[in-house]
T-cell receptor
Framework: GIQVEQSPPDLILQEGANSTLRCNFS?????LQWFHQNPWGQLINLFY???GTKQNGRLSATTVATERYSLLYISSSQTTDSGVYFC???????????FGAGTRLFVKA | DTGVSQDPRHKITKRGQNVTFRCDPI?????LYWYRQTLGQGPEFLTY????????KSRLLSDRFSAERPKGSFSTLEIQRTEQGDSAMYLC?????????FGPGTRLTVL
């Protein structure tokens, strides 16, 4: 099945800094999602981005499907951005969604 | 609140007991997913429903686990003869197309 790898595993930022999170996937995908899990455990969908670039406020994401990676950009980070960021993609030929191990972000005030 | 809801939010049980969790998806969402998440890991897929049909089930879902979505609306996940290794957060998500919306989860602790 598809493998989804995220880097870095952990990230500490000073408030106001920018960061880039990476997601590599081992097979071609027609569906790539980014999620944020807040410190209370709630998973929030950030982007559905099988290809191209999308922006939502201080967050943007780019997926280069032909090279099998996606990037999540966080600009002017805030303490509320802390949590775990996951990317997820469907297994080839099925409905099973595979999540990466996540990037744990802590933004210091 | 029109989001995905799950009940109960927390469940503590003794090893060997049966437990059942409920998920109410966003209305009109025909797709429903169950996941399990342990500390420090990403969610692991358990099963997928499209309307009332269970179309995919993970090998993680042993014979002790069963899920239903009888009328294509709410879903239940039952774990029989719970084991300590079943302790985890059980998450439900729903969607119309590919964007999944998650509920708050049910945290299960097996003593």
């Amino acid at each position: 099945g598809i493998q989804v790898e995220q880097s870095p595993p952990d990230l500490i930022l000073q408030e106001g800094a920018n960061s880039t999170l990476r997601c590599n996937f081992s097979d071609s995908v027609n569906n790539l999602q980014w999620f944020h899990q807040n410190p209370w455990g709630q998973l929030i969908n950030l982007f559905y981005i099988p290809s191209g670039t999308k922006q939502n406020g201080r967050l943007s994401a780019t997926t280069v499907a032909t090279e099998r990676y996606s990037l999540l950009y966080i600009s002017s980070s805030q303490t509320t951005d802390s949590g775990v960021y996951f990317c997820a993609a469907p297994n080839t030929g099925g409905f099973k969604t595979i999540f990466g191990a996540g990037t744990r972000l802590f933004v210091k005030a | 609140d029109t989001g995905v809801s799950q009940d109960p939010r927390h469940k503590i049980t003794k090893r060997g007991q049966n437990v059942t969790f409920r998920c109410d998806p966003i209305s009109e969402h025909n797709r429903l997913y169950w996941y399990r998440q342990t500390l420090g890991q990403g969610p692991e897929f358990l099963t997928y429903f499209q309307n009332e049909a269970q179309l995919e089930k993970s090998r993680l879902l042993s014979d002790r686990f069963s899920a239903e979505r009888p009328k294509g609306s709410f879903s239940t996940l039952e774990i029989q003869r719970t084991e300590q290794g079943d302790s985890a957060m059980y998450l439900c998500a729903s969607s119309i197309l590919d964007t999944q919306y998650f509920g708050p989860g049910t945290r299960l602790t097996v003593l």
